[in-house]
């Protein structure tokens, strides 16, 4: 359990830089284009492709950086009045259907990214292997299974609960 | 789908067919789509029809090419802009000043190359059928017209990102730009880009003409969609079925091509009426060294390209 | 479709982030129809439901809301606006009004203005003897002006997903914003002579000018924002990395309270609300590709059609369907499904499409402070500090002047359609 809690604290440190790199290099792509269309007048070709792949990247660790801050958008209303052993219980449930989407989902995306065309696929303006660009969903649905495997064990640890909103 | 779309009727089983494409029910891909779905109908005696799904409905191509290879969708039309990026041979269609007008482009579909083309789709797990056109490009600039390179030196055109396109283009001296085409409408009015490499169907649709009024005919390229089939859902079906098949969309594009020819002539005495000034490039010839260098670039990289070169100069 | 239904609900109230419930709907309903080969492209259709250039705006216009709170630009928006209006009963209410407007200027989304403006606002407006839970629901509605006044994220969402010109729906949000921010103020100024709020002094010239040049540098951030999109130096969508540059410079070099120790946790926080927002799109675009298999919307929309012939009864209708869609529905993710579906129908009612994406977009909006589903609700309580249901019983009065403004714009289309038409 405490080598679990470590396993995802530890992977949300990689997030943080991972979303640092990503947020900055969406902004310095996107300025870039300007700059070069604008005052060069020769536009590039990689600027609205790697902004594009950036945000892709940033969505999907940012959506396993909200899961373990338990920062995305949820509904509380019910969860509120209920207390005690009730809780736990019905939290743990959401929780476990929510182990097993992400689960699906990265065993899902697994079998997707070894099917033999996917190297066929190459970005329109950059020729860059779309893989590079696939990845972002095996990889953060894989952090997903980490932060929620942690928040559903942590759960039924206290009686109280931990709210997952 | 078959679990999804077959039921019994008192004449036998009658199957519906998903088609999906990425443009409007405008379209002449759309018209060539229900087109399809009438012969389709006729020939099987009412066995088989369409649900046509326009405007990306089941998703982006990358999304429909996936449920075609698992058989979830049943048809697609898609960009050769597309299908470019995953098979190099499409390029062909990519050469610059390979065809004078749309006629020419559209008689090629019948080539060996074209054929080897759609055959070289099997290893995606697609039956390429057939391709249909929707026009050749032409150039639209706020400024001027263009009668050689010289013209577009330093303009600011949004082009369809795609290597061969882009190529050509950045050979020019243009600033080619893959801008997205929600964003083109807009910049081309605040003065973001000069210029579009355009169909005359998108320009007449898209009211582009509005922010740009200056069209120039150079005829520089074409602009396919490749029509295909799920290999998986075509190994299903008779050996009888399977011929109407063919048949049925051999049909609907020869009337899909002389249709997108029609409407070339018609869109361009409509842009004409409307007050576009319109010039035709007088001589190609001014690009013939930038031609070359990207043709011989491509036919060095496939046989399939240089021979379909060769069939076009004939 | 019942059974998915429930899943839905069920998941909703287990507290399970509502993104991950539309995703496992989708699964779900695809699993108990036995249609197994759809599974297999889930994974690509939750990414190519990204790989959309306009989504870029999103994070751009977070962050730079982020380095506009860092760097001492909003309180200075803030500053000017109260030397202005300060001194009227109930000024600090309509300073927030009105501070709203001006932020909407360089804001695209209700969510990132309502998270920047709660955190300021509230806390001043209690100071001042106005009720926490006022001060809250006052800021979530002015935020509303983000989306609504130019730019805004949600008007580039329709345009692309129409084809509908996106200047023109820029341009065509501007007096409904003021429709919108007229209904607030009638109301504050209603509730104020009500309930006898305090008033402040009148601000001084000396005050007001010291006030106006210290805030000189923060408007450069709208300025070069609406001249750089105007004279064609870069598209709406870039003008939100535009933004980000100039708030950092302007953080760094003007006011000095920008520090670089900032800038992690700002991009951390960037990321984060950003994946909020764009997880939803994300997860509503495969929940959407469903529904699309099995027609459902086209269906829901031909019976939509069969009901009348009027376009202004049909208009009606969507405004219902579409608040009822809100009180359960993030507003973009429900433009994305529906879209499509409304631009063949409202081409045969002879409705035109950007007066047609102005009313659903600000319907979809004022849906961000419907219960249960409301992301600016959730956003206002958490950040202001004030339980859910006791801003929801404050918030109403807002919702009621939201609705009759939308009414007001949904049934004179030349308040959309006037400015874009002269401007050409
Ligand atoms: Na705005
Ligand atoms: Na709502």
């Known amino acids: ?165 | 789908g078959e679990d999804t779309a077959s039921n019994e009727t008192d004449g036998g089983e009658t199957r519906t067919f998903k088609i999906s494409h990425v443009t409007q029910e405008s379209h002449v891909w759309h018209q060539t789509a229900l087109k399809f779905g009438e012969e389709l109908e006729a020939l099987s005696d009412g066995r088989m029809n369409v649900d046509i799904y326009p405007a990306s409905q089941l998703g982006q191509e990358k999304d429909m090419v996936q449920q075609l290879e698992t058989g979830s969708l049943d048809f697609g039309f898609l960009t050769n802009g597309y299908m470019s990026t995953r098979q190099d041979s499409l390029n062909a269609w990519f050469m610059p000043f390979t065809f004078k007008n749309l006629e020419e482009a559209a008689a090629l579909r019948k080539s060996a190359a074209a054929k080897q083309m759609l055959e070289e789709l099997s290893s995606q797990g697609l039956l390429g059928l057939d391709f249909a056109f929707a026009g050749n490009r032409h150039i639209l600039l706020k400024d001027g017209h263009v009668q050689s390179p010289d013209d577009l030196k330093g303009k600011k055109v949004r082009i369809i990102g795609s290597p061969a396109i882009q190529e050509f283009w950045e050979k020019t001296g243009a600033g080619p730009t893959a801008m997205p085409l929600p964003e083109v409408y807009t910049s081309l009015q605040t003065g973001v880009i000069d210029g579009i490499d355009i169909d005359l169907d998108a320009l007449a649709t898209e009211k582009y003409y509005e922010n740009a009024e200056n069209l120039t005919l150079t005829n520089h390229m074409t602009f396919p969609t490749v029509i295909v089939m799920s290999q998986q859902v075509y190994d299903s079906l008779s050996p009888e079925d399977q011929k109407i098949v063919k048949e049925a969309i051999s049909k609907a594009v020869d009337w899909g091509v002389e249709e997108a020819i029609a409407r070339e002539q018609k869109n361009l005495e409509e842009l004409k009426k409307i007050g576009v000034k319109v010039e035709e490039l007088k001589d190609p010839s001014s690009f013939e060294a930038i031609t070359k260098e990207v043709t011989d670039k491509y036919s060095s990289q496939s046989e399939v390209i240089k021979s379909f070169l060769e069939e076009a100069k004939k | 479709m019942t059974a998915a239904l429930i899943v839905f609900i069920i998941l909703l109230f287990l507290q399970v982030p509502i993104a991950f419930v539309l995703g496992i709907t989708t699964i779900a309903y695809i699993i108990l129809t036995g249609n197994m080969g759809l599974t297999a492209t889930a994974p690509q259709r939750l990414y190519s439901g990204l790989e959309n250039y306009g989504m870029l705006a999103v994070p751009l216009f977070m962050m730079a809301g982020e380095l506009m709170n860092f760097g001492g630009i909003t309180t200075r928006l803030i500053d000017f606006s109260k030397t202005l209006v300060g001194h009227f009963r109930g000024g600090l209410a309509y300073v927030n009004v009105i501070a709203n407007m001006l932020l909407s200027a360089i804001m695209g989304s209700a969510t990132a203005q309502i998270a920047m403006m709660s955190r300021t606002m509230v806390p001043s407006m209690e100071k001042e003897g106005y009720s926490r839970e006022f001060g809250a629901a006052t800021t979530a509605a002015s935020g509303l002006l983000g989306p609504i006044i130019p730019p805004s994220m949600i008007f580039i969402i329709y345009g692309v997903a129409s084809g509908a010109s996106i200047s023109d729906m820029f341009i065509g949000g501007v007096l409904p914003g003021v429709v919108l921010a007229l209904a607030f103020i009638v109301l504050i100024g209603y509730t104020g002579s009500k309930e006898k709020w305090p008033t402040q002094e009148r601000a001084p010239i000396s005050l007001i000018t010291k006030s106006f040049i210290s805030v000189i540098p923060a408007l450069l951030v709208p300025v070069i924002i609406i001249a750089g999109i105007l004279s064609g130096v870069f598209t709406a969508t870039e003008s939100a990395a535009v933004a980000c540059v100039v708030a950092l410079l302007v953080g760094f070099f003007f006011y000095k309270e920008l520090k670089i120790k900032h800038l992690p946790s700002i991009l951390v926080n960037t990321a984060v609300t950003t994946a909020t927002i764009t997880m939803l799109i994300a997860m509503a675009n495969l929940f959407g590709w469903m529904l699309s298999f099995e027609q459902v919307p086209q269906n829901i929309a031909s019976w939509m059609v069969s009901l009348t012939e009027s376009p202004l009864v049909f208009l009606l209708i969507v405004n219902i369907f579409l608040l009822i869609v809100g009180m359960f529905m993030d507003g973009i993710a429900a433009l994305i499904i529906l879209v499509p579906i409304f631009m063949p129908l409202i081409a045969n009612y002879g409705i035109d499409p950007v007066h047609f994406g102005v009313v659903i977009c600000i319907n979809l909006t004022i849906g961000l402070l419907t219960p249960p589903v409301g992301a600016g609700l959730y956003i206002a309580s958490s950040l202001a500090d004030v339980k859910l249901e006791t801003l929801i019983k404050s918030i109403w009065p807002f919702l009621i002047a939201s609705f009759i403004s939308l009414l007001i714009i949904t049934y004179w289309p030349d308040l959309v359609l006037w400015l874009p038409t002269i401007l050409k």
């Open chain 1, 1 to 165: 359990m405490k080598a679990l809690h470590r396993l995802s604290d530890w992977v949300y440190n990689i997030e943080k830089v991972i979303a640092v790199i990503l947020c900055a290099a969406m902004l310095i792509s996107l300025s870039a284009g300007v700059l070069f269309r604008y005052v060069l007048s020769a536009p590039l070709t990689w600027s609205d492709e790697t902004a594009i792949f950036s945000l892709i990247w940033l969505s999907f660790i940012g959506g396993s950086m909200s899961i373990k801050r338990q920062d995305s958008a949820a509904i509380t209303l019910l969860m509120d009045k209920v207390h005690g052993k009730a809780r736990t219980i019905m939290l743990g449930a959401g929780l476990a259907v929510l182990l097993a989407f992400v689960i699906y989902i990265f065993y899902l995306s697994i079998i997707w990214l070894s099917s033999p065309t996917i190297m066929m696929q190459r970005s329109s303006s950059m020729g860059m292997p779309m893989i590079i660009a696939y990845l972002s969903i095996p990889v953060s649905f894989f952090f997903l299974i980490i932060h929620t495997l942690e928040l559903f064990l942590n759960n039924f640890k206290s009686d109280e609960g931990r709210r997952i909103a």
